[in-house]
């Protein structure tokens, strides 16, 4: 990939490449991406109007920022997003500890052989997945880990305490010349924070009194969470100051959005239509406005991820058990989710033994939206007459789709529930029976039939 690129620093020098901060590479890029009609932010969803163009702001501003949001809203992802900024190959001083630039060393080992091998400097080309450096901040983390530290064992080689040389360098200087990123920054011990504010205000280091400054090109970001700030501790103020931005992050505003992160990034081990995504997505919206659980610690997108390959997996165990094929989830399967998730939320106190109650009940609420929602001005009445008058349809996770199916006659409005949720005549049993499912369990939800459930069946009528 790098065959042809300059090899030495007179090379380099001839074919124009000079030195150039991370800050004013990332904000040419990014405006050549938005000139362009570009995305340059890809797998991001729900942040276009809100989140986006505040980060797009302060990347051209050459703020150093902070994420602030609860767990699960993607902080992460979005932070590691900004790799994709980056040029793809950047020129460093081959066998430099640090990612020097060959026209602008700054350590005094790279010096004195800039000094001594002048145009024959070597090159090497360092790619941008090369220069994001992320750090989870922990409690023990020290400044040893961030800044640096002396090296016994280069003392041990001969070297005076008083050579620069026998410097450890931490995780920011090994970032020069590209993207450090602190995860749960107020978890970082006090102390420890302000070992950044030289960082961020003067763009250099000071290590154990050594009168070393190393002029540090980096761009600082971080994540937080609102709570840390009075829980599990704080962002010193000072350091707080030097964050030129600082941007709120959220959950997904729309049902779609929902859907599409879920999609995305859940790995589903059976078939799951968009009508059982989307009623795990407003499940989720609805435990975010519950006042049974703590809205303080958050409901994740994690959350709804996990519950969506819940979903698959029991669709999965049912065509094992029964040996159907393909796999294809069906609303019973959204049952499942209550009972293996319940331990991922924080429930508010005084809900101690109604947690399945709660979960079970905003489930159903899910599913009832989700119904209107599809079947919204599809008459139903003819289903329900037809399995109160005598053709009670079980299902469950011992039931085939086809058996389902079986229990019912011809009703032309039933080609109409599975055309309202994207099946249709020739697809497999599966796809219409997860269709008539939804139909069957929103007229229950809405008191035109009963359903009687045990643990393996459940039967309408």
Do not use: C
């Amino acid at each position: 990939m790098t065959s042809g690129l300059p090899t030495t620093v007179g090379a380099l020098r001839a074919a124009g490449y000079p030195p150039r901060s991370v800050k004013a590479e990332l904000r040419e890029n990014l405006v050549e991406a938005l000139r362009a009609k570009r995305d340059p932010w890809p797998g991001i969803v729900g942040f276009d109007r809100t989140v986006l163009p505040q980060l797009e702001r302060a990347i051209l501003a050459g703020h150093d920022l902070v994420l602030l949001g609860e767990r699960g809203q993607g902080k992460t992802r979005l932070l590691r997003s900004l790799v994709g900024l980056l040029d793809e190959w950047t020129p460093v001083i081959d066998g430099a500890e640090l990612g020097e630039h060959p026209l602008l060393p700054i350590t005094p080992e790279s010096r004195r052989r800039a000094a001594e091998l002048g145009d024959d400097l070597p090159v090497a080309w360092r790619h941008r997945d090369e220069r994001f450096a992320e750090k989870l901040a922990t409690p023990d983390t020290s400044v040893g880990d961030l800044v640096g530290d002396v090296d016994p064992v280069k003392v041990a080689q001969g070297r005076s305490l008083g050579d620069p040389e026998t410097i450890h360098y931490g995780l920011v200087p090994r970032a020069h010349r590209g993207i450090i990123a602190v995860n749960e920054l107020p978890d970082l011990a006090e102390r420890i924070q302000v070992s950044l504010l030289n960082v961020m205000e003067e763009r250099d280091i000071q290590i154990r009194g050594y009168t070393l400054r190393l002029p540090l090109d980096v761009l600082v970001v971080a994540t937080a969470n609102p709570e840390d700030y009075t829980n599990r501790g704080r962002i010193i103020t000072p350091l707080k100051d030097r964050f030129g931005a600082e941007i709120r992050t959220h959950y997904p505003l729309e049902v779609a959005a929902e859907v599409a992160l879920v999609r995305q990034e859940s790995e589903l081990v059976a078939e799951v239509g968009d009508h059982l995504l989307e009623a795990v997505a407003r499940f989720v919206r609805h435990l975010r406005e519950s006042p049974a659980i703590d809205q303080r610690s958050g409901v994740s997108a994690r959350f709804a991820v996990a519950a969506a390959e819940t979903v698959a997996a029991a669709a999965l165990r049912r065509s094992a058990l029964i040996g159907e094929h393909p796999p294809i989830a069906r609303p019973v399967d959204l049952y499942s989710v209550p009972d293996v998730l319940r331990g991922k939320l924080e429930f508010e106190a005084g809900e101690e033994g109604r947690e399945h109650e709660v979960l079970t009940h905003l489930l159903r609420r899910a599913v009832a939206d989700t119904a209107r929602s599809a079947f919204a001005g599809l008459n139903l009445r003819s289903l329900a007459e037809v399995v109160s008058d005598g053709h009670p349809v079980a299902t469950g996770e011992q039931v085939p789709a086809a058996e389902v199916l079986a229990a019912l006659p011809e009703l032309p409005v039933l080609h109409d529930v599975a055309q309202r949720v994207g099946a249709g005549p020739a697809d497999p049993p599966g796809r219409i029976a997860s269709a008539v499912e939804l139909a069957l369990e929103s007229l229950y939800l809405t008191r035109q039939l009963a359903k009687d459930s045990d643990e393996d069946r459940t039967v309408y009528g």
